[in-house]
């Protein structure tokens, strides 16, 4: 810092020396833009701010440097070293080499010039001599400036903006135009002495009357010349910068004092700031943990809800119910979760590198709370979906089988109905002989359709049995009509058997038979059996599940086909029999009726079911086909599935071995790894529509009912599991990167430091747990020179193993070793820096936090801070001993 005062300089060097005036230098005119006149100006009221000290000062920048006398002069001043003695002489090479030995001054303070050259001063060389003054203004007046890190004019802007933050329409973006309406320089005069200028009464739309101001202020009350036109700061589009800058340093310099409330100010706004973004922090931990927490409570019952529903159309809508769930509800609260814990780390590593008790959260809202939540979530969804497809499956077979026992049932009473009545027919009584024959033989041909139909009964009973079993909604409507079926087969066999004791009593008087008939009706009956058969299995619905099961029923339907000439065959000469019955009638002249007396079956029956059969044959064929043609696309169906997953499944695979990868790799800095991972992020993020793709696929298999893929290994669910991991891996590793960077960051350790630690940590821990064991831990601090009795051991394993699990990570190996050789913010110094703002008071008033601090800091600070209790108090005292004690913790010091 430069003194301001004038004094009386003498070096021991003749004053005339440096005074004498220098020969006029014919020199060519230069172009005078603004920027030339601006730093004109300024850098020569800068020099003459210091040259007055030596009793001198200059009038024209270009002629009174020529010499290198006055600039020798300036040096020495600024510097207050001494310069080699200056040469007497007048002629050009005097003044060369007067020059030089300034400039060879500037050079040994480590500053480069760079084409400034002596003949160029003495010459008069406009530029030249503005661009060397305004390296001696970097290096002696703007240089030295440090601000929170910064230096110089990164430094000084920092400066600017800190003190004129509080002041509005004011925004220090650099050093030009933010300074055009003059209110930067009134808000830094203001911030320091608000004694000289009402702040408040300023016009931004005055920026010529709020410079003159701040200028005239300046010069009068602060002892810094005017240095700056205001006419041509406001009529120039951007100011010079170097006039600028070389004119607020003035302001610096001359407000240097009042820093070290500043940086006491600053210390507490740093400390309150980083309880302000804890406790944030914590408020959103404990919402985001309510919320999905309560996601859970009302999701879980929901899936453990195993009732399942009487309808195919019921079961479909929870299917698609849950489909939406897995896509849409829980992806967000996979992503909620994961974020949940790693803003618990966060905010977890930042208590602990500030020194702050650790977060406890409200009861049941742990990250293990949370989790165990999760895992019995996941434990209900579990099988929730196979369930789903199970309970399809069985409706589909019970509405098949319920359909297959109607259609049976009803064949079987169709052929059933009547025949209780015409086995309580008497009409033996009266028949004659040969009539009784008939009957008799009628009656065993009934017996013999009788024991054909025997197999569809059991296959009703066996259908009831089976739809009872799966358990079907109308199984008490299928027993009851099952039940009707058999009490009438019985009662059927008890009449079939007391009408056939009757007709072999009077079989003695049956002698005759025509045999014709008993033949037609003996063929007959088995051959249109085979004929309902047929139809029946014409008729049957049947349901298959991939290609050679519907290629196996055609193939069984083609054998069908394959018999039909010899069925028709059979059909000819049962009908030839009943030819024969006509033409041994007509021959012999026989009157009675030719109806059969042995069956009621007639040749028109048996062609109508033949009829009946040649057209369901083709419905067959096409019915078939059709099936052919539905498998044949589900087949398609499951090799696209299984083309993709078979690429995207391994591809998750390689991509999860890459952050592992990721997360071993130490050899890169951390932003480098951060900066990798974010890359790869991406890269998992853009592959999405690929996973979203084969979601879609798998909803058209599901709703063709498509239940394995013999192409594949991969299920939907072990993509989506697989994407989840992925995506939950990717994030921790990014947090893990994160808290590295925020540990090495704020405890001030360097990247080859947190590397060697990170080594070493490696080496000790043998056993690859992710964490060092006691003998471990102790055999590392040995090896890192430390000289450990039982005690300052058991402290140390205290500090980094503060719940005796027996392990020591990572995090807090770094916490240890940066505790022990860095600096942080604790209680006594925070209290220091309260001490300076409330001028070695032991409390501290409202007014002065408000002054000292931002807005929100000083609300802050007022809201939690405590009245001061001492005999020395005032009113409206605040105690900041205690408050300083309560941001670390600490109940007493």
């Known amino acids: 810092m430069f003194q301001e005062e004038t004094m009386q300089y003498n070096n021991g060097y003749e004053q005339d020396v440096y005074m004498s005036q220098v ?53 020495e001043v600024i510097s207050g070293e001494r310069l080699p003695k200056p040469d007497r002489g007048k002629m050009r090479f005097h003044k060369i080499a007067n020059v030089n030995k300034a400039l060879e001054y500037i050079t040994s303070k480590g500053v480069k010039l760079v084409s400034i050259g002596a003949e160029e001063i003495v010459d008069g060389n406009l530029k030249m001599t503005l661009g060397m003054i305004w390296t001696i203004i970097l290096r002696f007046a703007i240089q030295d400036i440090s601000v929170e890190e910064t230096s110089a004019k990164e430094g000084l802007l920092l400066w600017c903006q800190r003190k004129t933050a509080p002041y509005r329409n004011v925004n220090v973006q650099n050093f030009h135009c933010s300074w055009k309406d003059g209110l930067a320089f009134c808000a830094l005069i203001h911030r320091h002495r608000p004694d000289l200028i009402d702040y408040a009464k300023l016009n931004k739309d005055d920026p010529i009357g709020n410079l003159n101001l701040a200028l005239e202020v300046a010069e009068k009350h602060l002892d810094i010349p005017k240095m700056l036109d205001a006419e041509d700061i406001v009529n120039t589009p951007k100011p010079d910068e170097r006039a600028i800058m070389t004119y607020v340093s003035c302001f610096y310099h001359a407000f240097a004092g009042a820093e070290q409330a500043e940086t006491a100010a600053n210390r507490i706004c740093k400390v309150l700031g980083v309880n302000q973004e804890n406790e944030k922090l914590m408020e959103d931990y404990e919402r985001l943990a309510s919320e999905l927490l309560e996601w859970i409570r009302r999701t879980q019952p929901w899936l453990e809800n195993r009732v399942p529903e009487t309808t195919m159309m019921s079961m479909r809508r ?27 780390n ?42 789903l497809l199970n309970e399809i499956r069985r409706l589909e077979r019970l509405d098949h089988l319920a359909e297959k026992f109607r259609q049976k049932a009803a064949t079987h009473e169709k052929w059933a109905e009547g025949k209780d009545q015409l086995l309580l027919q008497r009409d033996y009584e009266s028949a004659t002989l040969t009539q009784l024959r008939a009957l008799l033989r009628k009656h065993e041909a009934f017996e013999s359709d009788l024991a054909a139909h025997q197999d569809r009964v059991e296959q009703i009973a066996a259908i009831a049995q089976e739809l009872n079993e799966l358990d079907y909604h109308d199984s008490a409507i299928i027993n009851e009509h099952c039940q009707k079926i058999c009490d009438q087969w019985d009662q059927m066999g008890t009449l079939t058997q007391k009408r056939r004791e009757a007709l072999e009593r009077t079989d003695k008087l049956l002698e005759t038979i025509d045999q014709l008939f008993l033949e037609f009706a003996k063929r007959s009956a088995p051959f249109n059996n085979w004929l309902e058969g047929a139809i029946e299995d014409l008729q049957d619905m049947f349901m298959v599940h991939s290609v050679d099961e519907i290629q196996s029923l055609i193939s069984a339907h083609d054998q069908f086909k394959a018999t039909l000439p010899e069925a028709d065959g059979e059909r000819q000469a049962i009908l030839g029999i009943y030819s024969e019955v006509q033409k041994i009638t007509q021959s012999y002249g026989i009157t009675i009726s030719l109806s059969n007396p042995y ?27 059709e099936e052919l043609n539905r498998q044949n696309s589900n087949e398609r169906l499951r090799r696209q599935f299984a083309a993709q997953s078979n690429i995207i499944g391994p591809w998750i695979q390689c991509r999860m071995e890459e952050v592992a990868g990721h997360s071993a790799d130490q050899g890169a ?55 989840e991991a992925l995506l939950t891996s990717i994030a921790r590793t990014i947090n ?13 350790i360097s990247q080859q430091q947190l590397n060697d630690y990170r080594h070493s940590f490696t080496h000790f821990d043998r056993k690859k747990k ?16 430390y000289d450990l009795g039982e005690t300052e051991f058991a402290r140390i394993m205290h500090l980094v193993d503060p719940n005796g699990t027996g392990l020591v990570t990572f995090q807090s190996f770094v916490d240890f070793m940066t505790r022990e050789t860095g600096e942080t913010d604790t209680a006594e110094q925070v209290m220091a820096s309260f001490k300076i703002l409330a001028a070695d008071k032991p409390y501290i008033l409202l007014e002065e936090l408000r002054r000292e601090l931002p807005p929100e800091q000083a609300d802050y600070c007022i809201a ?23 941001l670390y913790g600490e109940s007493d010091l």
């Open 864 to 886: 939690r801070m405590p009245l001061y209790n001492g005999p020395d108090g005032v009113p409206g005292a605040l105690d900041y001993l205690a408050f300083s004690s309560a």
């Open 318 to 344: 929870k299917l698609e119910d849950f489909r939406d769930y897995r896509r849409m509800h829980k992806p967000p609260k996979v992503q909620e979760k994961c974020q949940l814990e790693i803003s618990f």
């Open 23 to 75: 020969e006029e230098w014919d020199r060519d005119l230069l172009l005078d833009p603004a920027w030339e006149k601006q730093q004109r100006k300024t850098f020569t009221a800068w020099c003459n701010s210091h040259l007055r000290k030596a009793g001198t000062q200059i009038e024209n920048i270009e002629e009174d440097f020529r010499n290198g006398l006055k600039l020798m002069l300036l040096l």
């Open 770 to 785: 992710g964490g060092m064991e006691t003998d471990d831990f102790r055999a590392c601090l040995i090896s890192m020179g």
């Open 669 to 723: 800095s951390l932003e480098d790894q951060m900066g990798q991972l974010k890359q790869f992020e991406a890269v998992i993020i853009n592959y999405k529509p690929n996973i979203d793709k084969l979601e879609g696929d798998h909803q058209s298999i599901q709703e063709n009912l498509i239940f394995d893929n013999k192409y594949t290994n991969y299920t939907m669910e072990h993509v989506r599991v697989g994407w």
């Open 599 to 625: 069956t009621n079956l007639t040749p028109a029956d048996l062609g109508l079911k033949w009829d009946k059969v040649k057209k369901l044959v083709p419905q067959r064929d096409g019915s078939l086909q």
């Open 736 to 748: 893990e990167v994160e808290t590295q960077i925020l540990t090495r960051d704020s405890k001030g």
């Open 346 to 387: 966060t905010l977890q590593t930042k208590l602990r590198i500030s020194n702050r008790p650790a977060f406890m959260p409200s009861e049941g809202k742990m990250v293990s709370d949370i989790t165990a939540a999760w895992q019995c979530l996941e434990q209900a969804e579990r099988g929730y979906e196979d369930w």
